[in-house]
């Protein structure tokens, strides 16, 4: 039954989180919006010490629960693993597992450079080893394209295909890197999940790491009673931690994520979930005199692990259209910008990039094209502000109602005026009016009516003059403007984006 419960919640969840990143329309959020700001590490980084204290509390009373109910990369495995187990019972092998030690110089090595990651503000680390993140970045780079192709075959909107990555070549090729460690990652759990079951869970992940430092005093575990136990080992050979040791009735319980698969296997009644404060972990065999073997909970190796490195290599691609079959219609290239570009409702550049777990749940929610995964190696994958394809319409704050971690708050459209995320500037040598062509289509469509056009005394024509007190970098400007393939007016970013 509680193994039963545990799989019913756990699908509840990871169809929760995954729908939230194939939600294109935003529609779900109101309802599915809390999931992701109850993950660990989004939570750790918001300050949300509510939800930290929550799931600890879990943590203590249940175990690690956490891992195989809340966590959506948790759950994948899960289901990975189950479609192994199943295909070797087919094949009457019934000893899927087995136990094996724990690998505490990769489990903690790659914990304390988690850490010292986060503690120095290398986000890149972060966002590779944190799992929702890299759900995250698996849904939205590898899974929602085809939904969208999906959706758009047997709905009839293919024409909002071009809005999507998926449909615009030189938006994938700019995106290339992070799709690749989506891909990379993808494949890195797969391979682990079918082989080994909870392998990735319990020596690379921090988030598990972290709560197995709580698990080991959990007020509820899984028990063996060794007077009862026959030395089947049919709880072992079931057991996706590979943390249940038969030999000297014994459970790692740092490792145990409460699957309670190994409850449903024992015919014998020798294990159990029960109330453990108080009680032995385990009792002498009957079968052989071995002492008992207590939970090793009080030694901490902490050796530094190898750094992990990702390479990445920014491809771009140029693309050419036919206007009527006559003229020829360059795409826009993205300008050089001496500072990045991050959504309103961000503080700063810093305090965006230092609480960012690039998880691209706003990448992927974003309506106005405007946000995409960052190519600098300094912030990889992390998203980015760019206009080619759109700019950051004033009523939309859709990026800040859903992001989990606090790096974008949430704000109302009143507030959002007042987050001036860079500052418009004006190329003369690119704009139209060098060519005698009157223009005005930045001004026109500015909507903070920071751009007016001021007439040149020696051509006649009027140019545009930026007022950057006025200017809250949204991008119209840039976006509109006819000048190809650089726009003659560019948004720089800026490093505060309001005064407090």
Same mark, same amino acid.
């Given at each position: 039954?509680?193994?039963?419960?545990?799989?019913?919640?756990?699908?509840?969840?990871?169809?929760?989180?995954?729908?939230?990143?194939?939600?294109?329309?935003?529609?779900?959020?109101?309802?599915?919006?809390?999931?992701?700001?109850?993950?660990?590490?989004?939570?750790?980084?918001?300050?949300?010490?509510?939800?930290?204290?929550?799931?600890?509390?879990?943590?203590?009373?249940?175990?690690?629960?956490?891992?195989?109910?809340?966590?959506?990369?948790?759950?994948?495995?899960?289901?990975?693993?189950?479609?192994?187990?199943?295909?070797?019972?087919?094949?009457?092998?019934?000893?899927?597992?087995?136990?094996?030690?724990?690998?505490?110089?990769?489990?903690?090595?790659?914990?304390?450079?988690?850490?010292?990651?986060?503690?120095?503000?290398?986000?890149?680390?972060?966002?590779?080893?944190?799992?929702?993140?890299?759900?995250?970045?698996?849904?939205?780079?590898?899974?929602?394209?085809?939904?969208?192709?999906?959706?758009?075959?047997?709905?009839?909107?293919?024409?909002?295909?071009?809005?999507?990555?998926?449909?615009?070549?030189?938006?994938?090729?700019?995106?290339?890197?992070?799709?690749?460690?989506?891909?990379?990652?993808?494949?890195?759990?797969?391979?682990?999940?079918?082989?080994?079951?909870?392998?990735?869970?319990?020596?690379?992940?921090?988030?598990?790491?972290?709560?197995?430092?709580?698990?080991?005093?959990?007020?509820?575990?899984?028990?063996?009673?060794?007077?009862?136990?026959?030395?089947?080992?049919?709880?072992?050979?079931?057991?996706?931690?590979?943390?249940?040791?038969?030999?000297?009735?014994?459970?790692?319980?740092?490792?145990c994520v409460d699957c309670f698969n190994c409850i449903d296997t024992c015919k014998?009644?020798?294990?159990?979930?029960?109330?453990?404060?108080?009680?032995?972990?385990?009792?002498?065999?009957?079968?052989?005199?071995?002492?008992?073997?207590?939970?090793?909970?009080?030694?901490?190796?902490?050796?530094?692990?190898?750094?992990?490195?990702?390479?990445?290599?920014?491809?771009?691609?140029?693309?050419?259209?036919?206007?009527?079959?006559?003229?020829?219609?360059?795409?826009?290239?993205?300008?050089?910008?001496?500072?990045?570009?991050?959504?309103?409702?961000?503080?700063?550049?810093?305090?965006?990039?230092?609480?960012?777990?690039?998880?691209?749940?706003?990448?992927?929610?974003?309506?106005?094209?405007?946000?995409?995964?960052?190519?600098?190696?300094?912030?990889?994958?992390?998203?980015?502000?760019?206009?080619?394809?759109?700019?950051?319409?004033?009523?939309?704050?859709?990026?800040?109602?859903?992001?989990?971690?606090?790096?974008?708050?949430?704000?109302?459209?009143?507030?959002?005026?007042?987050?001036?995320?860079?500052?418009?500037?004006?190329?003369?040598?690119?704009?139209?009016? !060098? +060519?005698?062509?009157? *223009? /005005?289509? #930045?001004?026109?469509? &500015? %909507? $903070?009516?920071? =751009?007016?056009?001021?007439?040149?005394?020696?051509?006649?024509?009027?140019?545009?003059?930026?007022?950057? !007190? +006025?200017?809250?970098? *949204? /991008?119209? #400007?840039?976006?509109? &403007? %006819? $000048?190809?393939? =650089?726009?003659?007016?560019?948004?720089?970013?800026?490093?505060?984006?309001?005064?407090?």
């Amino acid at each position: 039954m509680l193994r039963k419960i545990r799989i019913a919640l756990a699908v509840i969840f990871w169809l929760g989180i995954t729908l939230l990143f194939l939600d294109f329309t935003g529609a779900l959020h109101g309802w599915l919006g809390w999931m992701a700001k109850i993950q660990f590490l989004p939570a750790v980084l918001a300050l949300n010490v509510a939800v930290i204290v929550g799931l600890v509390l879990l943590t203590l009373v249940f175990g690690r629960v956490y891992c195989s109910v809340i966590c959506p990369l948790g759950v994948f495995q899960d289901g990975v693993a189950h479609l192994n187990v199943a295909r070797k019972r087919r094949r009457k092998n019934r000893k899927p597992y087995s136990y094996s030690p724990e690998m505490k110089w990769l489990r903690y090595g790659v914990w304390v450079l988690f850490v010292i990651a986060l503690i120095v503000g290398v986000q890149a680390l972060v966002a590779l080893l944190a799992p929702y993140s890299a759900w995250g970045r698996i849904v939205q780079n590898l899974f929602q394209p085809v939904y969208i192709w999906v959706n758009n075959l047997f709905a009839s909107l293919a024409e909002r295909a071009g809005s999507y990555a998926f449909y615009d070549k030189e938006v994938w090729l700019r995106s290339l890197p992070t799709f690749i460690v989506a891909a990379v990652t993808l494949v890195v759990v797969v391979i682990l999940a079918w082989r080994n079951g909870r392998t990735y869970c319990n020596t690379i992940c921090p988030v598990g790491t972290t709560l197995s430092f709580f698990s080991r005093f959990a007020m509820f575990r899984p028990m063996i009673d060794a007077n009862v136990c026959k030395g089947c080992k049919q709880c072992e050979h079931n057991c996706k931690a590979a943390c249940i040791d038969v030999e000297n009735r014994r459970i790692d319980y740092s490792r145990c994520v409460d699957c309670f698969n190994c409850i449903d296997t024992c015919k014998f009644g020798g294990l159990k979930y029960r109330f453990a404060w108080g009680k032995k972990d385990s009792s002498a065999s009957p079968q052989n005199d071995k002492p008992v073997s207590a939970n090793d909970g009080g030694r901490r190796a902490f050796i530094t692990g190898a750094a992990l490195a990702v390479g990445t290599a920014a491809l771009k691609a140029q693309e050419k259209k036919v206007d009527g079959g006559f003229a020829t219609i360059l795409d826009k290239e993205v300008p050089e910008r001496d500072i990045p570009l991050t959504p309103p409702g961000s503080k700063s550049v810093k305090d965006f990039y230092r609480r960012c777990t690039a998880c691209q749940l706003c990448v992927a929610e974003c309506p106005n094209n405007v946000l995409r995964p960052s190519t600098d190696l300094q912030h990889l994958m992390q998203p980015e502000m760019s206009y080619e394809r759109g700019y950051c319409r004033p009523e939309c704050t859709r990026c800040s109602e859903l992001c989990p971690t606090g790096a974008i708050r949430k704000i109302t459209k009143e507030e959002k005026t007042q987050y001036h995320v860079g500052t418009a500037r004006v190329n003369a040598e690119l704009c139209v009016v !060098e +060519k005698g062509v009157e *223009c /005005g289509n #930045c001004a026109r469509h &500015c %909507p $903070a009516g920071a =751009i007016m056009l001021v007439k040149d005394d020696e051509t006649g024509y009027r140019r545009p003059v930026v007022n950057e !007190e +006025k200017c809250i970098g *949204c /991008g119209a #400007c840039e976006n509109l &403007c %006819p $000048a190809r393939p =650089i726009s003659a007016i560019t948004v720089n970013g800026r490093h505060n984006h309001i005064e407090e």
